[in-house]
Structure formats: structure tokens, C-alpha cells
């Protein structure tokens, strides 16, 4: 199901078939150095990623972390979305692409048009980021879409700190 479209992009809910392209990108390692190991070996596990993170977050909220794949071909190059954690006091924001499409505009491109979607269709009024302190890629892209660094925190149950930015929409 389609949510968003931009000029380049599909952002749609993902499904067991999207489990080939989540099993690569939650292995990449970046994902693994910023974000984490998921434990996701084989398609098994991607699919069960899939139902129990995205798919239940769709049933349960209504948003969640989304494909993003071109408009001219389809090809699946990232996610990008919104993000409810018990661990925080509001939504935020979530994205991550392969490598080979990074460094193209697209993560810009994405995140801009899912803070528009929390605006307008979800009414939200705040968004929330939370990224690794050495992920510079991330955090020069929260700076650019107008986040404010708040602090750095830590999770309840992670072992690492984060830091926290947030951003108005109203």
C-alpha cells in the first residue's frame, strides 16, 4: 500500500515479499555499526522482522518504517518513517538506505516528505531523532531538515547513548 509519493520516490508499507531486500540492508554494515544487529540471518528472519516491527506498527498506530523504493523502476533502496518507541516520549523519525544509493538525495527526499506526512495527515506536532554520536551522515541530514540536538541519552534497556534531536511541525 502506497503512503507517500514524491518526485522520485515510493514510500509503501513493507510486506514478507520486501524480505530479500530487508535481510541485505539490515546486514549492511552501517546498519550494523549505527543501529544494530536484529539477528536477521536468513529470510525467515527478515520476514519475521517485517510482521513483528513494521507490520504490527502499522496495525497498532497506523504509521511505521516504510519501503522506499524508485518511482522509475521499483527498485527498493531504503526505509524511512515514523516510529513509535516505549523508550521515548514522542514519535520519531527512522531511516536508513543501502549503500550503493546513498549520496543521492533520496534520504533528504524522503524524510522531508514523511515529516509532511506526520503534519498533515497524522497531525503530529513534534518529531522526534535519535542516531549514534559518530553517525555523521544522519545527523547532518536531521540538521538540514531543521532537528534541534537536545541531549544525549540512554534507552532503556540499550547500552550505548544516543543523542536525541527533535523538531517542531507546527
Known sequence: ????????????QLQ???????LELVNEP???KYIGDRGVRN???ARGYI??????MYTRLG?????VELKSDGTAIGLCGLIKRDTLPEV?????FLERHRGQGYAREAAAATLAYARTTLGLRRVLAITSPGNGRSIQLLEKLGFRYQENLLLAGGKDEVRLFALGLS
Open 1 to 12: 500500500m502506497r503512503i507517500i509519493v514524491t518526485e522520485r520516490l515510493i514510500l509503501s
Open 16 to 22: 514478507p515479499e520486501d524480505a530479500p531486500f530487508i
Open 30 to 32: 552501517d546498519w550494523l
Open 43 to 45: 529470510l525467515d528472519d
Open 51 to 56: 510482521e513483528r516491527g513494521p507490520q504490527d
Open 63 to 67: 504509521y511505521g518504517l516504510y519501503r
Open 92 to 96: 520519531d523519525i527512522g531511516f536508513a
